[in-house]
């Protein structure tokens, strides 16, 4: 007679899986992705090195799939900054739900430097930069999504709405480069209010009338 799983034994093991999951995703907040290992994450985990190969065949598809819950823990907080429980869209100017947006990602990547450097540059290995690519095709598609109703509100000029919120998500990303750097960053000792102001201006005149 084969073995089944009962429900208990597969709810342990998913819970054992998030567990090693989300003390990956804390060694790289603190640290970065180059200095994931499968050893500092069962220690993190307090579970032996066997039982993390257990849930991840290799280093390269646990931290994939470190990238990608990352990714989705801050669209997500992105989202609910420009949609929080009780506002609907139109409840608020485009102008403003984009510029929350703008200020949403500068901020948590200046609060949160070293991770953000891992999430938007770091070197890593090749088949996690598609997730590198999917996060930040997300960030483009909120911004997009609120183009497009900027300019049927007449809040913002004709223009296409995919290129514009794809260069201002690059433009985003490149600008954090500096204070959001590896060693030593910027985000240390710059004024983040001042770089956040001159972002949303930025952000501002690329979809302005």
């Avoid at 997500?76 to 900054?81: F, G």
């Avoid at 608020?92 to 949160?112: D, M, P």
């Avoid at 004709?158 to 201002?168: E, G, N, P, R, V």
Wanted: glycine share 6%; net charge neutral; hydrophobic share 40%.
């Amino acid at each position: 007679m084969s073995y089944r799983p009962t429900e208990k034994t597969e709810a342990r093991k998913k819970s054992q899986r998030t567990l090693i999951l989300n003390s990956a995703l804390k060694l790289v907040i603190e640290k970065g992705f180059l200095n994931l290992t499968i050893a500092a994450v069962a220690e993190k985990a307090k579970v032996a090195t066997g039982t993390v190969y257990k849930y991840f065949e290799s280093k390269t598809e646990l931290c994939t799939e470190v990238f990608k819950l990352g990714g989705e823990l801050e669209v997500r907080y992105v989202k609910n900054t420009v949609f929080p429980d009780g506002i609907l869209p139109g409840e608020r100017s485009c102008k403003k739900r984009l510029l929350a947006v703008i200020t949403a990602f500068a901020e948590r990547s200046l609060e949160n430097y070293r991770f953000a450097y891992a999430m938007l540059a770091e070197p890593i290995d090749p088949m996690i930069e598609v997730e590198r690519l999917n996060y930040r095709r997300s960030f483009a598609r909120i911004i997009e999504a609120l183009i497009d109703e900027g300019i049927d509100a007449g809040e913002f000029c004709q223009q296409d709405s995919k290129i514009t919120a794809s260069a201002l998500v690059g433009a985003l990303a490149e600008t954090m480069l500096g204070p959001v750097g590896a060693s030593e960053p910027d985000a240390l000792c710059c004024d983040h209010q001042a770089l956040i102001e001159n972002i949303k201006r930025f952000s501002e005149r690329a979809v302005s009338m």
